[in-house]
């Protein structure tokens, strides 16, 4: 794959701009372990490659273990390796991701309620909007992913 153009340096403001939403997420509370596999399974679900590879090597880093990076895309079957509240936060990531076919039904909205305060699920749906945002940009002009690189 090679890349289209650099996107960070043709609208460094626009970027710094989405970064913006990045850091404003990342002080948000959330856990970054949590953070970062909502990160993975929306970029998974888009087919990012650049954005998969960051993330999984960024659960490596943070101590998150190889079985449950693997596992993060077939989460419902990955057991205990997934608490509830983690639970919850991949399955609104993927309800919001395809928001265009699942049109975030009640169901979802009251299954994600019962671990995430309106803050959190405010702060949650933030980076789930940031990382599609992300994704769009990395796919749409071919970011190498630095395991490819």
Same mark, same amino acid.
């Given at each position: +794959?090679?890349?289209?153009?650099?996107?960070?340096?043709?609208?460094?403001?626009? +970027?710094?701009? @989405?970064?913006?939403? &990045? %850091?404003? $997420?990342?002080?948000?509370? =959330?856990?970054?372990?949590?953070?970062?596999? $909502? &990160? !993975? *399974?929306? #970029? !998974?679900?888009?087919?990012?490659?650049?954005?998969?590879? @960051? &993330?999984? *090597?960024?659960?490596?880093?943070?101590?998150? #273990?190889?079985?449950?990076?693997?596992?993060?895309? %077939?989460?419902?079957?990955?057991?205990?390796?997934?608490?509830?509240?983690?639970?919850?936060? =991949?399955?609104?990531?993927?309800? $919001? /991701?395809? %928001? #265009? /076919?699942?049109?975030?039904?009640?169901?979802?909205?009251?299954?994600?309620?019962? &671990?995430?305060?309106?803050?959190? =699920?405010?702060?949650?749906? !933030?980076?789930?909007?940031? +990382?599609?945002?992300?994704?769009?940009?990395?796919? #749409?002009? *071919?970011?190498?992913?630095?395991?490819?690189?």
């Amino acid at each position: +794959m090679t890349e289209r153009i650099d996107y960070k340096e043709i609208a460094p403001r626009g +970027m710094k701009a @989405l970064g913006g939403v &990045h %850091v404003y $997420v990342s002080q948000a509370g =959330l856990a970054p372990e949590l953070l970062t596999a $909502v &990160h !993975l *399974r929306v #970029s !998974l679900i888009n087919g990012c490659a650049y954005c998969i590879d @960051l &993330h999984s *090597r960024e659960l490596r880093e943070l101590g998150v #273990s190889n079985e449950k990076i693997a596992l993060v895309p %077939v989460w419902p079957e990955g057991g205990d390796l997934f608490d509830a509240r983690e639970k919850a936060a =991949l399955a609104w990531a993927e309800t $919001v /991701t395809r %928001v #265009s /076919t699942t049109g975030i039904p009640d169901s979802d909205y009251e299954a994600v309620r019962a &671990h995430f305060d309106d803050k959190e =699920l405010v702060d949650l749906t !933030l980076a789930i909007a940031m +990382m599609n945002a992300y994704n769009r940009m990395a796919i #749409s002009f *071919r970011s190498v992913p630095a395991g490819a690189a």
